[in-house]
Nanobody
């Protein structure tokens, strides 16, 4: 199993940046795909980004493409989400997720392991 812990959330102003981190522990010797999802109050969990084990394949949701960048440091067992030009509609709880394999899914059901989430609030 893989345990995930997110950090880095907080309150920012419109247009500012924030960097989230997701630290993995447990059975991390096998290849695993990482992803970020977010969920705003009253809304379904939304795909944000996914990154392959090798880092060679990345995909972003339409609402964040061009503003968010996902990266990972396998030696540190940590995944990052750099969020720039933040908007009020980016306000949500952000979750990192993982599943064993090379390529990820755009759907929450494609991931077995989840962190507890970190709140991001963008104030106008």
């Amino acid at each position: 199993q893989v345990q995930l812990v997110e950090s880095g959330g907080g309150l920012v102003q419109i247009g500012e940046s924030l960097k989230l981190s997701c630290a993995a522990s447990g059975r991390t010797s096998s290849s695993y795909v990482m992803a970020w999802f977010r969920q705003a109050p009253g809304k379904e969990r939304e795909f944000v980004s996914t990154l392959s084990w090798s880092g060679g394949a990345t995909y972003y949701g339409d609402s964040v493409r061009g503003r968010f960048t996902m990266s990972r440091d396998n030696a540190k067992k940590t995944t990052y989400l750099q969020m720039n030009s933040l908007k009020p509609e980016d306000t949500a709880v952000y979750y990192c997720a993982a599943t064993y394999g090379e390529l990820g899914s755009l759907f929450p059901g494609g991931y077995e392991y989840w962190g507890q989430g970190t709140q991001v609030t963008v104030s106008s």
